[in-house]
């Protein structure tokens, strides 16, 4: 008994807030920092969600600052839905899976890439096109691979 409790104490407080989610998440499942994922494409800004609008999609919860917003995500969630899992875009470059703050993104084409915080964001916007070439051809070999594993 003791040792099983002792286990389960160990456990909680030696693993990250964001481990065992492989979404981009955080340790409760929300992801982009709460920020409302349809306020990046149709404002433009990075718009804190509320508990109050939730949706799930590929296992992760998004919070909306809307009901308008959460129907529109509802009706296309692809259209919507964060590049890399919610990830860092750039970290994606490096083979790696970030976590990110939810207020430095970009949308190019339609498609909602973030990054860690502004600074790393301001790397990776100095060469968008190169950037995503990059990504794009990193991400099929660590998406299946959990975040502290890289």
């Not at 959460?70 to 899992?85: D, H, Q, V, W």
Request: charged share 20%; aromatic share 14%.
């Amino acid at each position: 008994m003791f040792r099983s409790m002792f286990a389960f104490i160990f456990t909680i407080l030696t693993t990250p807030l964001w481990a065992g989610v492989d979404t981009g998440t955080d340790a409760n499942d929300v992801i982009l920092a709460g920020h409302d994922v349809v306020a990046y494409h149709t404002q433009g800004e990075a718009v804190e969600g509320t508990t109050m609008y939730t949706a799930v999609y590929n296992d992760a919860i998004y919070q909306f600052s809307s009901a308008g917003n959460r129907e529109l995500f509802n009706s296309n969630p692809e259209k919507y839905a964060p590049a890399y899992g919610g990830f860092c875009a750039y970290g994606a470059t490096l083979g790696k899976k970030f976590q990110v703050d939810g207020k430095a993104f970009e949308v190019v084409d339609g498609k909602l890439y973030v990054n860690k915080n502004q600074q790393v964001y301001d790397i990776w916007r100095k060469d968008i096109p190169g950037n995503l070439n990059k990504a794009d051809a990193q991400w099929p070999k660590i998406v299946d691979t959990p975040a502290d594993e890289l």
